[in-house]
């Protein structure tokens, strides 16, 4: 039998809220899966005055009035520019979706209720992990310390790339290069973010994707270093290691897992460790129930 995550897909985000974190859903979309035979609109104001749910408390809508968004005489909203009409979305609270799923008083609606109770358990159990321990809520992850050993691996090509052909043996700068062109973080300005103390590994404290994308960037710098050393007939200097890094990070494949890699950094350590990375706060997303999952899988 199919796990109810598997049959019905709604996301939920978590949005901080006058410093509470609450779980909503696109009113639209649990629509969609309700099935439900009015208009939207129609069927959601009634529900709303049907039940009291109040603006700003159980629910909130957008866009507003203003950056480009204006309101007609109709009371429909348009774009200045265009002249389009844009929907109002109704972004609707969890507790909020579960009473209107369950006054449908159907099987759909049953189900998603309980779909929305699970949801909200997930999100309840990393909280509470990440409120007890956040600078390691990252090893919630089943399959953490199957990727820390595997990286270990793709560390040491690394290390001995540079052991082996290039003159320097900066280890440390050589990291930071990479931490710096993947996070726009030094590792030191890393660790003082987190509060790390002496004791604790660096790479202990980072999710399994950056692990990951690390983890590649190592074994395939360590490749090109190797490549070098072979055409040069001699070791590199620290100026030639540069210039292999610079063209090596410079292929556009590694802006996607640049992008990636600060994405999640800047919206796992601000929801899970209260903890904002100043030069990152432009690639923050909405943190959601697939999030979650993967920290629980």
């Known amino acids: 039998m199919k796990q109810l995550n598997e049959i019905i897909n709604i996301n939920v985000v978590q949005k901080d809220i006058q410093g509470e974190k609450k779980r909503f859903v696109n009113a639209r979309e649990l ?25 700003n408390l159980d629910f909130f809508t957008v866009p507003k009035s203003g950056d480009g968004v204006k309101a007609r005489s109709d009371g429909q909203l348009i774009d200045e520019k265009t002249g389009k009409v844009i929907p109002k979305e109704y972004i609707i609270s969890i507790d909020m ?4 799923a369950m006054v449908e008083n159907n099987e759909m609606g049953k189900k998603i209720r309980k779909y929305f109770i699970r949801v909200e358990s997930d999100f309840k159990k990393v909280m509470a992990i990440a409120t007890q321990d956040p600078k390691f809520v990252n090893q919630l992850a089943e399959k953490f310390e199957e990727m820390r050993s595997e990286t270990k691996e793709y560390r040491k090509d690394f290390t001995d790339s540079i052991k082996a052909f ?77 210039e292999v890094f610079n063209k090596f990070s410079a292929q556009k494949n590694w802006k996607v897992y640049q992008k990636r890699a600060r994405s999640i950094m800047s919206t796992y350590d601000e929801e899970l460790r209260n903890i904002k990375h100043p030069k990152l706060i432009d690639y923050k997303k ?8 993967k920290l629980l899988s």
Do not use: C, P
């Not at 103390?197 to 983890?215: P, Q, V």
């Not at 909405?286 to 999952?293: G, K, S």
């Open 97 to 100: 979706a579960k009473e209107l």
């Open 31 to 55: 629509h969609k899966w309700l099935g439900v035979g009015r208009d939207f609109s129609t069927w959601l104001k009634d529900r709303i005055g049907k039940y009291d749910f109040v603006e």
């Open 166 to 242: 290039v003159t320097v043996k900066n280890y440390g700068t050589y990291t930071n290069m990479l931490y710096d062109f993947l996070f726009l973080e030094k590792a030191k300005e890393y660790r003082k973010l987190l509060d790390l103390a002496k004791s604790d590994l660096t790479r202990n404290s980072m999710y399994e994707e950056i692990l990951l994308i690390i983890g590649a960037f190592e074994t395939g710098l360590s490749g090109e270093v190797e490549n070098k050393f072979n055409e040069l007939g001699r070791m590199l200097t620290k100026q030639e290691f540069i």
């Open 286 to 293: 909405e943190f959601n129930h697939e999030d979650i999952q």
